[in-house]
């Protein structure tokens, strides 16, 4: 087996990589960062600087514990290097600061053998992926297929936002990687502040007649797809009751289960002045992580979700992610699997 193949949410997980929340920070308050995670703030009111040391403290000890979690189950971990985010990135037309690689799911995709680095929004990640460069030379020289989108220029205009609807212009392909679902030849794309329409029609473009990319557009423009539906297995898909409703679910998957998230739990662990500078909604708790398409690991703090996802027949693995709002990052954001045993299979006609 290769030792890059991944095609799903689901298939059993093999090998994977956990973020690195070292010498995080809050990202660097320029137009792209206003887009992508505070639309509705000046940049005057963007926090910045470095994540506090007690946050990255408690954020290792609880990746830790899930690292620990998964080896417990034969599951390969891999960790990013530590990367100087707070060196200054330049090009010709601006210059910023870095952000963090605690979510490998933001800026790498993996697509079967291959994997993809994505031209992402913010420009504080532009260069994200350098943390992840011996492992990419790694899987290359162990066989995998490893391409870079395009390089965005990331130039002020692609910001200009309508606020009703905020989502990159369309001058040039961008987007994270965690704007996609996989179910295996088919692609949910999710056209939202971190990825444009035309991020994937490049990629659908890219990947080929063998695959299928879907477009799910005006339902959820805060950023990522994992913490509005999440594909559990084949026929069950759970979404966020908040942002989706079964006249607004994709047709392809109009066929499946779905079950509604309740609502999140013990949202008043958190103080308003930290809630002030989160990147995350409450939301982010729903942003469980497959081990394979029975077993799950799930925000701790979130029992009826749990209670949920158990009469289902799944297995879950309640684990914490204290800062998981801080951060903007939940179990799915912070992994990339790299390897899960099975095929690459059609799901829908």
């Not at 162990?142 to 391409?147: E, V």
């Not at 212009?169 to 329409?197: H, K, M, W």
Request: include cysteine.
């Amino acid at each position: 087996m290769p030792q890059v193949w991944s095609c799903n949410e689901w298939d059993p997980l093999e090998e994977v990589i956990v973020g690195n929340p070292f010498g995080a920070r809050f990202p660097y308050a320029d137009p792209s960062t206003r887009l992508a995670e505070y639309p509705d703030r000046d940049l005057a009111d963007i926090p910045q600087g470095p994540f506090p040391d007690q946050i990255i403290k408690e954020t290792e000890e609880d990746l830790q514990s899930f690292v620990d979690a998964l080896e417990a189950r034969g599951v390969t971990v891999r960790r990013p290097d530590t990367w100087p985010h707070d060196q200054t990135i330049r090009t010709v037309h601006w210059e910023t600061q870095g952000y963090y690689n605690y979510c490998p799911r933001d800026v790498l995709l993996v697509i079967g053998d291959t994997i993809i680095e994505t031209p992402n929004v913010i420009r504080g990640r532009s260069l994200e992926t350098g943390s992840y460069r011996r492992l990419l030379m790694e899987y290359y020289d162990s066989g995998a297929k490893w391409f870079s989108a395009p390089k965005p220029l990331l130039e002020d205009h692609l910001f200009e936002f309508d606020p009703a609807a905020p989502t990159p212009q369309n001058f040039e392909p961008a987007f994270d990687a965690a704007n996609i679902l996989r179910f295996g030849r088919d692609l949910l794309y999710l056209v939202s502040a971190t990825g444009n329409e035309l991020g994937g029609h490049w990629l659908q473009r890219m990947l080929g007649d063998e695959f299928r990319v879907h477009f799910m557009k005006d339902v959820y423009f805060g950023s990522h797809i994992d913490s509005t539906l999440v594909a559990l297995r084949p026929g069950l898909v759970l979404a966020n009751p908040e942002r989706l409703s079964m006249a607004t679910i994709p047709d392809f998957l109009k066929d499946w289960e779905i079950i509604f998230s309740p609502p999140m739990e013990n949202q008043e662990r958190h103080s308003a002045q930290y809630l002030q500078q989160a990147i995350g909604s409450e939301w982010i708790d729903m942003n469980l992580f497959s081990l394979g398409p029975d077993t799950v690991v799930v925000d701790a703090y979130q029992s009826a979700l749990i209670a949920l996802l158990e009469s289902k027949g799944l297995e879950v693995i309640p684990l914490k992610l204290r800062h998981s709002r801080m951060m903007g990052g939940g179990f799915h954001c912070v992994t990339l699997d790299t390897r899960r045993r099975g095929t690459m299979e059609s799901y829908f006609s």
